[in-house]
């Protein structure tokens, strides 16, 4: 059956396509499978998830937590799909245990936590308290966070000194019940100092739990709980926690009355930002009017210091934990740091943009979830299906988070801790449901966004002041009393060198300082009188809060201006909204869980009347969706949904749709943009002059280096020992920054032509691996190499600078985006060849920077009439870079040389060019075949462009003559490098487990190039049903030919050639042959080939799916059997996007 995307509602299995659970064997009578789970159940999910898959169900024994007075089956869940359907059926699996558990009884009472998904006071909290967590909120307890921090800095810079190790989680602990205390309840603990008594009561709660969670029989756990004093010691423990939480409670309220200071902004009378326990004291639920009663005020506040402050305590132990094992992330996470703040203070802007350390905190969590398995409860009264499961009634569903983050069908090598795992390119390409450390959906924790800042903030700070090693005191032990209690866990650390940073620091090509963009626009006679309504939609407080200030800003331009929830727009007495040239309607709204916020639900329900059609028909809009993309599965559903609606109603887009990720730190300059393009248009659409410092803030800020040359100094005046140590640094550079696992390439083994065709090259190269480099049939090999010498010698000829000028590059910006080596003596031709892209496609904001330093007015203006975007629609003015830049394809240079009276300086040229990147090659070759070395297969670009300019890919005119020197008139005889590096790709492109599985491979041209590697790997362990179709347009371009019928002729391979351009042969591509075998095919499919296709992403891809898609739908297989076989991992792609000169 095929799972439901996302957003869709899943489809209920099939009668036949049913059936049961598997079953966990080895259970006992009374115990169950105990023995199993002894070292607990996130000790045993990694091992179990990889010998029983993704759903199982298991017997639990009366003592544990998991064995509820439900009458179905308990379920281990850990398949992502399983668990996407799952979570978009809230009605039929939902959390309905806690009111059965024993965590209920004392001082967590009903807390957000411990309540039940069927209890009422559960939303009624959640209503009153989400506010606290908004983006403001956030924003303001920052600061906070920091202070802290600074306090823990002082802490283990005292243990540093001493010389002693450091006892990780609880001063972890003290850490995080500081910070806790002063966000949530503006109370100040001093707990990193001083003994605290909430800290002795849990280390008490969490001996006996533990102690008493080690007998699997609930009557054994009794007994001796009564026998060795346990039951009075818990008793005590539960009265004097809610002894001191009265108290904290008590001197919270005793604050307001007596109006003290506020904790977040330190001033005196009412709270601008109210905390947590200031909410819940004095704000009343927005839906029902009711104030929180006082229990659960108690509730709510030992969630917080006790939950909030403990999994977060934890998760931080562990990170730190990981990094002190792991020098090389330590490193890179250093290199990050320093290089968006240096030694300055870490700001709220700066600790969004630190993207590494955010990949380095989502791979611990993945490895170590304090929180393991969230539980869901099935209908009670009626049976369900899930994917194509049965589910009894009563089925109680353990989300393991731990099996889920080491299932190897999700984590290949599940237990290498590897944050490259969180690439935006690896990330993206595994489901939004394969991580869950903090669940997800209705009850995904609170507290998350709060938990990640700290993780964080603490990582940033304390990688920037010490190293961490492990003390060889520490004895690792792992207990479950609430969450994860990692105990015995002891760091060494050691001040980090107070020299100056490495001399190979990063540079910053464009980029922006603040979140806000600020300008002003002063009122326009044209626009008096037009009216803007925004409508918003916010459980937080975050929507609307932009939306008064967008409000203050189109007040500025004289527009008369109101604001609305989104549910006002269809309430009985509704807001108007402008239709046409009266005005405009924006729309600010988050999502929640993939649903509306709560001022938007009427509305959401309303858009699909005929009354809503009419109202938004003729509207002008804007939408701005906020979002966290933690939640990637519902990721902007809602705004995209409102979007999409109001376009099909008839509303007129204004600009384009806004989307604000709060989990990047960016969301405010994301927003910043929208608002100028929405104004830009707007005063466009009434032809009212736009101002120039408006139009500038479209485009992104090109800063300057500071070039300064060496008079009477050229590249062969360097010694090579400092060239040399330039290089390794360079490499070393490279290592933290984006290449790691790179190796320089000294020597190829083989590099050898495969096409006879004049004026067509293609090169098999062999590179050797050094020693520990492995790699896979199917990876890719990276490699890094520099712009053409005559490209960079053009450059620099432009520029009058001497081929073999020596430079020193300065930054005063610092922050990572490039990878020049600034204070060092370097070969100008050196940082144009290797740091830059030379040849691309200028920009439009490299014309609006040109203009700037164009003298005469008649080219400035034509830069500038390029650099501006069409507005579209009748009688629009023509698009000139699209006619003049894009479709002719002229690079920087070219402009350059089209606008004479640019005068331009090196400096200014560096700050506006694009980084060079890595170019990725499919490997070619099988370890079975070639242990030692790679092969790749090159296709050489090489073409003229409209204008008459002769393009050189970079890299594989690079690769065609490797080795290489350095042009004559740049250095007598140094050699130039290459850097390589194999990447995992971390697709399914990979061959089926079993050797019995059919294959069918596409790949025209160089696309056969993982194909070969495939069928080397298929010949060496004797598989034989390998179909390939490969595509050329004749014999001339017929690569491997002798391999391939060499392979058919020894039974390996079944082998299909299409002709393009072969004389006498009717053009034939890959598909037509596919089309031909159709019969074939379908009969491989069924019998459960994979299909692997690589090549062209923009025709040939595409032409191919269909070709299938049409092949196994005739066949009665389905309309969109291709796309669960894509879900499945059995219709696999490697395409790249055609290159244009």
Known sequence: MAYPQQGQAPAVAAEGERRPIPAMPGAYPLIGNHFDFAEGVHEAMPKLVAKYGGIFSAKFPSGSKYSLPFPGPTVLLQDPKLLEEMYNRHDDFNKKHFKHGAMRKG????????????????????????????????????????????????????????????????????????????????????????????????????????????????????????????????????????????????????????????????????????????????????????????????????????????????????????????????????????????????????????????????????????ATGPLKVSPVDRATTLGPYEIPPGTVLIISTWGLHYNPEVYPEPFKFDPDRWSPENAGKRSPYAWLPFSYGKRACIGMQLSLIEQKMCLAEMVRKFHLRIHESTRLVTTEPIFLNPQGIYVQVTPRSSLAPPTLRPALRMGHSNTEVGFKVEAAAELSGKKLQVLFGSNMGTC???????????????????????????????????????????????????????????????????????????????????????????????????????????????????????????????????????????????????????????????????????????????????????????????????????????????????????????????VPLPEGVTYTAGDHLGVCAPNPPDVVIAYLDHLNIAHDAVVKVELEENVAMSMVPLDRLIGAFSILAWCFELQGVASRAQLRALSKLASKEEERNRLVAMSEWSEGGEGAVKDLHQEFVKDQRRTLLEILKEFPSVEIGLGQLMGMLPANKPRYYSISSSPQKLANSVSVSVSVVSGKSTTGRLHLGMCSNYLKEYPRKLPTSVHPSYDMMLLAFVKDTGSTFRLPKSTDTPVIMLGPGTGIAPMRGFIQDRVASGAKENVLFFGCRDDEDYIYREELESWQKDGFLELHVAFSRRPGTSKTYVQNLVEVQGAHMVDLVKRGAHIYVCGDASKMAPDVQRTFAKLVADAGLGEDYVDKMLEDGRYCQDVWAAQSM
């Open 107 to 370: 001082a967590a009472g009903q807390g957000l936590f411990t309540t039940d998904d069927d209890e009422p006071i559960h939303d009624q909290a959640s209503r009153i308290l989400l506010p606290a967590f908004s983006m403001n909120g956030m924003k303001e307890y920052f600061g906070i966070i920091s202070t802290c921090t600074d306090i823990l800095m002082g802490v283990f810079d005292g243990k540093a000194k001493q010389g002693t190790p450091v006892d990780l989680h609880h001063m972890l602990s003290c850490y995080t019940l500081e910070i806790i205390g002063r966000v949530g309840f503006g109370m100040e603990f001093n707990a990193m100092h001083e003994t605290n008594d909430l800290i002795k009561l849990l280390d008490e709660f969490c001996t006996v739990t533990v102690r008493l969670k080690s007998y699997p029989l609930k009557t054994a756990q009794a007994a001796a709980a009564i026998t060795t004093g346990d039951m009075a010691r818990m008793r005590k423990i539960q009265a004097d926690l809610k002894k001191y939480l009265s108290k904290v409670i008590a001197d919270k309220k005793g604050s307001i009355e007596a109006a003290k200071q506020c904790p977040v902004t330190g001033e005196a009378g009412k709270c601008p930002m109210k905390d947590m326990a200031e909410r819940m004291l004095t704000v009343a639920d927005p839906v029902t009017g009711e104030m929180l009663p006082d229990e659960n005020v108690m509730a709510q506040v030992a969630t917080f210091l006790v939950a909030g402050h403990d999994s977060t305590s934890t998760a931080i132990t562990m990170l730190l934990y990981r990094l002190a094992q792991h020098p090389e992330v330590e490193e890179q996470v250093y290199q990050e740091v320093m290089s968006v703040v240096g030694n300055g203070p870490i700001t709220w802007e700066a600790l969004g943009k630190m993207t590494y350390c955010t990949q380095v905190v989502k791979e611990s969590l993945r490895m170590y979830s304090p």
């Open 544 to 766: 609307e809060d932009l939306a008064d200030r967008i409000l203050r800003r189109c007040e500025d331009m004289g527009l008369t201006c109101s604001k609305a929830p989104l549910d006002a727009a269809c309430a009985s007495d509704p807001v108007e909204l402008p239709k046409g040239d009266d005005g405009l309607v924006l729309v600010i709204t988050s999502t929640y869980n993939g649903q509306p916020p709560e001022n938007a639900r009427a509305f959401d329900a309303w858009l699909a009347t005929p009354e809503a059609a009419e109202k938004f028909k003729g509207v002008r809009f804007a939408v701005f969706g906020c979002g966290n993309r933690q939640w990637a599965g519902t990721y902007m559903a809602f705004s995209q949904k409102v979007q999409s609606a109001l376009e099909a109603m008839g509303g007129l887009v204004l600009a384009p749709f806004g989307t604000g990720d709060m989990d990047s730190g960016e969301a405010e300059f994301a927003f910043s943009r929208w608002e100028i393009a929405v104004c830009i248009a707007f005063m466009r659409s009434h032809h009212v002059p736009v101002p120039e410092s408006i139009q500038d803030c479209l485009y992104p800020r090109m800063l300057e280096y500071n070039v300064f040359q060496l008079m009477g100094k050229r590249m062969k005046d360097i010694p090579l020992e400092y060239l040399q140590q330039l290089r390794m640094e360079t490499q070393d550079r490279a290592k933290a920054k984006f290449l790691k696992g790179s190796f320089p390439v000294v020597k190829v083994e083989c590099n050898r032509e495969l096409v006879a065709a004049e004026g067509r090259s293609t090169r098999h190269i062999e």
